[in-house]
Nanobody, 124 residues
Framework: QVQLVESGGGSVQAGDSLRLSCAAS????????VGWFRQAPGNDRDFVAA????????KYSDSVKGRFTISADAAKSTVYLQMNSLKPEDTAVYYC?????????????????WGQGTQVTVSS
């Protein structure tokens, strides 16, 4: 089993920055990648970014490209999401997740392990 724990959420003003962390524990040696998703009230869970544990491969949604940066510290089993130039539409619960297999999927249905989520609120 794999456990994922997010931290770093909070309430900020538009234009501010936040860094989210996702700490993995358990059978992490089976993991190839980690992804970040977000879900606003009444909306589907949307893909934000994903990274291979080696850090060599990353993917971003168009809505965050250029503002968010995903990174991985394999020694700490932690993945980070640096969020800059935050907008009110970035307000959501942010989840980290890990799929089985060697891939960086963008569909939440392809992810097996999920954290509990951390709230990010951006006010204008």
């Amino acid at each position: 089993q794999v456990q994922l724990v997010e931290s770093g959420g909070g309430s900020v003003q538009a234009g501010d920055s936040l860094r989210l962390s996702c700490a993995a524990s358990g059978r992490t040696f089976n993991l190839y990648s980690v992804g970040w998703f977000r879900q606003a009230p009444g909306n589907d869970r949307d893909f934000v970014a994903a990274i291979s544990w080696s850090g060599g491969i990353t993917k971003y949604s168009d809505s965050v490209k250029g503002r968010f940066t995903i990174s991985a510290d394999a020694a700490k089993s932690t993945v980070y999401l640096q969020m800059n130039s935050l907008k009110p539409e970035d307000t959501a619960v942010y989840y980290c997740a890990a799929p089985r297999g060697v891939q960086l999927p963008q569909s939440p249905n392809e992810y097996t392990y999920w954290g509990q989520g951390t709230q990010v609120t951006v006010s204008s």
